[in-house]
């Protein structure tokens, strides 16, 4: 099944806002990028870069909950270990090129406040998330929401240094470090 224009629009949208940061992202680039005509840009989105670059971190911050989602299915301490994996995967398979196009859509406040806002809203629920499944899982909830948002904090903060040293292992680190804290919490 082909990939139709508004996807490979989006899908290069995301991964330009992942390499470059959401306030370089241009119609040109998305477009070299893409492939894909103009006029179909304009079609799926006549508010040019504005519009493309939110409704990209929306896209991207949906999916990266469904990750969030899927792991907290899991018990905690799994439930980190495969978000951490899914990161460190991001990271090695582009060669440490792309980060989180959410973190970079919540530095790009002047430039695009309704996409800084979505990635507030993404990490408020990947913190309940993470949350609730703390508690399912024996944790107090003021512990739990403390850990839930060091975690996404930790893991954020982290997949940005990864990128900057072309390596993993500031998340190994705080995946090892957050196992502890989480293990101790339950406890």
């Given at each position: 099944m082909a990939v139709q224009a508004k996807d490979r629009l989006l899908l290069s949208?995301?991964?330009l806002g992942q390499r470059d940061g959401w306030?370089?992202?241009?119609?040109?680039?998305?477009l070299q990028d893409s492939g894909v005509a103009r006029r179909s840009l304009y079609t799926h989105f006549p508010g040019g870069a504005k519009e493309i670059t939110v409704a990209a971190v929306e896209t991207a911050a949906?999916?990266?909950t469904a990750v969030v989602e899927r792991a907290c299915q899991e018990p905690s301490a799994t439930a980190l270990a495969t978000f951490v994996e899914h990161w460190k995967h991001v990271l090695e398979s582009s060669d440490?090129?792309?980060?989180?196009?959410?973190?970079?859509a919540a530095?790009?406040?002047?430039?695009?406040?309704?996409?800084a806002a979505l990635a507030a809203h993404a990490f408020t629920e990947w913190e309940s998330q993470i949350t609730a499944a703390l508690v399912r899982d024996g944790a107090g909830p003021d512990a739990a929401r403390r850990l839930g948002t060091v975690s996404v904090a930790c893991v954020e903060g982290a997949v940005i240094q990864c990128v900057a040293a072309r390596s993993c292992v500031p998340l190994e680190i705080i995946h090892d470090h957050l196992q502890s804290v989480i293990v101790t919490a339950l406890a």
């Open positions: 949208a995301i991964k306030s370089r992202l241009t119609v040109a680039d998305v949906d999916w990266i440490f090129e792309l980060g989180c196009p959410v973190a970079a530095t790009s406040r002047p430039q695009h406040p309704e996409a």
